[in-house]
T-cell receptor, first 114, second 114 residues
């Protein structure tokens, strides 16, 4: 158990819908990262937050957005869902945002878009 | 930009045999290197990392990896595998400055049979 929690574990929805994925980092961790794992794209970095502020963006679509709240939990919002958005979405956290900080991964949320 | 190549998508091996999972990377700047393991229906767990110093890195569960700068490789090895080592293994790189975007390889599935 990494100490990072993600809810829900599974999510099934239809095209065009909007969903919210939630992540609670390890106690004391200030930085949160979101990754997408799909069969065709592999594991890809989406976005990073540090202490409530966006720190870096990766291959995140405009239909996707995220935020980190004052209690440091984070939410990833996916809208206008397409079949291709079906994937496993991971959240990770680290103490700081330093390059050598280890990232601890949550168990993921499996999103299925029908 | 950095990239990671894991040439073997699947490696079958018998229990108690040695194994090597190959990882090659490409980067124009210095990088940190990581190996993560993903057990079925779970998140990623850090096996080991190379930041600096000794090129032979020892990790958890008896795994080790050797950083070879001239060959831009970071192969993962274990002298004797167990059934419980069956999992997906991901090599990842991160530049050693700036924000910590992890770039993952496509993964190698290790299948250990009795």
């Amino acid at each position: 158990d990494s100490g990072v929690t993600q809810t829900p574990k599974h999510l099934i929805t239809a095209t065009g819908q909007r969903v919210t994925l939630r992540c609670s980092p390890r106690s004391g961790d200030l930085s949160v990262y979101w990754y997408q794992q799909s069969l065709d794209q592999g594991l890809q970095f989406l976005i990073q937050y540090y202490n409530g502020e966006e720190r870096a963006k990766g291959n995140i679509l405009e239909r996707f957005s995220a935020q980190q709240f004052p209690d440091l939990h984070s939410e990833l919002n996916l809208s206008s869902l397409e079949l291709g958005d079906s994937a496993l979405y991971f959240c990770a956290s680290s103490v700081e945002a330093g390059v050598s900080d280890e990232q601890f991964f949550g168990p993921g949320t499996r999103l299925t878009v029908l | 930009a950095q990239s990671v190549t894991q040439l073997d998508s699947q490696v079958p091996v018998f229990e108690e045999a040695p194994v090597e999972l190959r990882c090659n990377y490409s980067s124009s700047v210095s990088v940190y290197l990581f190996w993560y393991v993903q057990y079925p229906n779970q998140g990623l767990q850090l096996l080991l990392k190379y930041l600096s110093g000794s090129t032979l890195v020892k990790g958890i569960n008896g795994f080790e990896a050797e950083f070879n700068k001239s060959q831009t490789s970071f192969h993962l090895r274990k002298p004797s595998v167990h059934i419980s080592d069956t999992a997906e293994y991901f090599c990842a790189v991160r530049i050693n400055t700036g924000f910590q975007k992890l770039v993952f390889g496509t993964g190698t599935r290790l299948l250990v049979s009795p």
